[in-house]
């Protein structure tokens, strides 16, 4: 069974099923048919007991001599050998018969029966077969009254031993060669159905199956091609059909999940040459100072020498700067950060981070406003990380905000959370830039307006952490605004 394939397990069963049908079928045929025949032959010898009763005086007599009644017998059963004849008394047991010594295995017939077929009872009636009592047989009966009581019954098996040996012998042979013609058509139908039928049921699953076997040889462009099949229409219950939809859908995940490797690896690697540009920029500058600053130490002013030294120390702190937000952004990335949430006043926190930026934002005679809606409750979220959300975006609005310009947040409660937004008076976000403002841009672009860069990744990666997000709010004036909000 294990080295068969589908069309030929179905066939064999197919076939099984068949031969245990037609034997089901002949059995209950031979069965119908035997019951028909026995049925007939009791209506046709319904008065038969009645006729041997009425016409021998000696069973109405009343005086059964046993000698007598078995020549009686004997003589009947010679005109029908079919039949078996039996004196009964009036409580059923057998008081005259013609068996040969020997044969009768039974003294006593159930009167019931006998009744019952006396009474009109819907024929085939079975009575008890004296010679062989496992096997019931209709029979014919009439009483015998003497002085108008029932003193005893004429009872005739109408189906006898010799009947029964013929006929056997006959339905033996018959039930062989309807079996043998039975099966030879059985399996010629079995084998036409297995070749036909069979092989149409499972076209679809050896076109399944061979789609499937493609994509173990044909790789990711198999899978591609699969994924661009139509999905085949059938009936919700067609399970052949609903595999072959699964597979599909399977094909087109595998290939969106490819599309977005193969967009995340693009990402990366613009990512790594990204931060190789921007490291190399400030590194060849401290390089070259510090360099300038070894060879020319001694023909230098101590005014450049100061100047060479200061330009040094903002590229170093510059390369620092980058390379801190570089590993923050991978400890978010790969969740080595959890949150660690406690209730605390949002605007408070504001009003601290707006003083770490008194001094750069009065140096370039900025100003910082603060709209904050009276009676905001606090919010349950990590401290440390919202107040890196809120310097990273001030710090951003101060470096492209020019001089004498605005910065203002605004805080107000909605739906269960703080609403912050912080807006500038800048030059605002390229129309160009808006789509992927928070994802690092490519060296390759030749746009020189401002972009998110790492600070705007380190926000909504922890806004993100806290089941929020962070949006452009597109502004009619000049200026950048973003939104975001912090749960209660």
Known sequence: MKNLTLAQRLTLVFM??????????????????????????????ANLATQIAANNPLLSEGNWDPKVVHTLFDQLMAVNPSVEVYLLDKEGNIVGNAAPAGRLQQKRIDLAPVNALLHGAKMPVYGDNPRDPQTPQVFSAAPLQVNGQIEGYVYIVLLGDAYTTLTSDAQY???????????????????????????????????????????????????????????????????????????????????????????????????????????????????????TLSVKSDNLSNEDRQRYLNIA????KKVGRLAQELFELARLEYGVVKPQKESFSLSELVQDVFQKFELATETRGQKLLADITPGIP???????????????????????????????????????????????????????????????????????????????????????????????????????????????
């Open 16 to 45: 099984v099923l068949l031969i245990a049908c037609c034997a089901l079928s002949g059995y209950m045929q031979v069965r119908s048919s035997n019951q028909y025949s026995q049925s007939v032959i009791q209506r046709l010898s």
């Open 173 to 291: 042979q018959s039930a062989i060669a309807l079996a043998l013609r039975s099966m030879g058509l059985v399996a010629l139908f079995g084998l036409l159905a297995g070749a036909l039928a069979f092989r149409w049921v499972t076209r679809p699953v050896r076109k399944l199956t061979e789609q499937i076997a493609r994509l173990d040889t044909g790789g990711m462009e198999a899978i591609q091609a699969l994924a661009k099949t139509n999905v085949p229409e059938g009936s919700a219950r067609d399970e052949v059909t609903l595999l072959q939809q699964a597979f599909i859908a399977l094909a087109k995940r595998i290939d969106q999940q490819w599309q977005s490797l193969m967009v995340q690896d693009q990402q990366r690697r613009e990512f790594i040459a990204n931060i190789s540009h921007d490291l190399r920029t400030p590194l060849t500058s401290l390089h070259g100072y510090l360099e």
């Open 313 to 316: 120390l903002t590229q170093s």
């Open 378 to 488: 606090l919010v349950n979220a990590d401290l440390g990380m919202i107040e890196r959300v809120l310097t990273n975006l001030l710090d951003n609005a101060i470096r492209f905000t020019p001089e004498g310009g605005t910065i203002e947040i605004k805080l107000w409660p909605h739906a269960g959370q703080v609403m912050v937004q912080l807006k500038d008076s800048g030059p605002g976000i390229a129309p160009e830039l808006k789509d992927n403002l928070f994802v690092r841009p490519s060296i390759l672009s030749t746009n020189k307006h401002r972009a998110g860069g790492l600070g705007l990744m380190i926000v909504r990666r922890i806004l993100q952490l806290h089941g929020s997000d962070i949006k452009l709010i597109e502004q009619p004036k000049h200026g950048a605004c973003f939104q975001f909000s912090v749960p209660l």
